[in-house]
């Protein structure tokens, strides 16, 4: 069987089962596991597929972002020992932007009782940090009704008062030749805005994102260090063991 054929029939089952394992496509296409590895690999330099543990899943559209609640299930307790993480890197007099996001919002709960300051734009994390009796400042613009994000012009005119020791942000993909990267392109300015205010900057993104393209790019993998709840090892093999980006597995 030639090359594009096999291409075309793992494409095809990835497409109907979203994530397929590599025993399967040996039984079903009839060549050696090693020939199916070796498929998968240059479909994933090609970008049509993402290499998961045994298998492979196919990559999400460029535009498509789930809503609020739609994300709130998904790795829940992924999520919450990198929100856990990332909160221990708070200090004293720090001021801080936590970004619009289910995994950033984790990250209220496990602040610590420290003199801090909160920037965000994240409409749904004001609720819990008046409750914890941590100052913040909600920046203004246009309230995206699917994340509940603030973006747009205003968002950014009213940033660019602040400076941070450091921010949290949210991705819907990370990828070394891609970088971090969100479907709206105006989320995307928001979020770059904020790096570049940042001292330091921490992406939260649990092994799902990992791998994953976005339609608007943000940042590059050597801009922030991620916290994930791979493997360190693991997502620098993914990245070709590139040395540029800094991980922190979880």
């Known amino acids: 069987m030639l090359t594009d054929e096999r291409f075309a029939l793992i494409l095809e089952r990835v ?3 979203d994530v397929v394992k590599i025993q399967e496509l040996v039984d079903v296409i009839g060549v050696s596991e090693s020939t199916i590895r070796r498929d998968l690999t240059e479909l994933e330099n ?7 543990h045994g ?3 196919l990559l999400k559209g460029k535009l498509q972002e789930p809503s609020v609640p ?4 998904k790795s829940s307790q992924e999520k919450k020992k990198i929100a856990q993480f990332a909160s221990s890197q ?7 932007f936590i970004d619009a996001g289910t995994t950033t919002q984790q990250m209220i709960g496990f602040l610590p009782d420290k003199e801090i300051v909160v920037v965000t734009n994240g409409l749904m994390h004001i609720e819990q940090l008046l409750q914890r ?17 603030m973006i747009g012009r205003g968002a950014l005119d009213s940033m660019k008062a602040y400076r941070f020791d450091k921010a949290f942000m949210g ?20 979020k770059e805005l904020a790096i570049s205010l940042s001292r330091e900057t921490y992406v939260l993104a649990d092994d799902s994102k990992v791998g994953e393209i976005a ?9 922030a260090v991620l916290i994930t709840n791979e493997l360190e090892e693991v997502v620098k093999s993914q990245y070709k063991k590139q040395t540029t980006i800094k991980v922190v597995g979880v």
Not at 70 to 73: A, L, N, P, Q
Not at 90 to 96: F, P, S
Not at 133 to 149: C, D, E, F, S
Not at 215 to 223: H, V
């Open 133 to 149: 009796g941590i100052k913040t400042y909600l920046i203004g613009g246009y309230i995206k009704p699917r994340t509940n994000a």
């Open 171 to 190: 991705t819907n993909g990370v990828h070394f030749e891609s970088g971090y990267t969100t479907p709206d392109p105006e989320e995307a300015q928001v």
């Open 46 to 52: 090609k970008k049509y597929i993402k290499r998961v």
């Open 15 to 17: 497409k109907q089962q």
């Open 215 to 223: 339609f608007s790019k943000f940042g590059n993998t050597e801009d």
């Open 55 to 57: 298998g492979a899943k």
């Open 90 to 96: 708070v200090e004293e007099g720090d001021c801080i």
């Open 70 to 73: 739609e994300k709130s299930f």
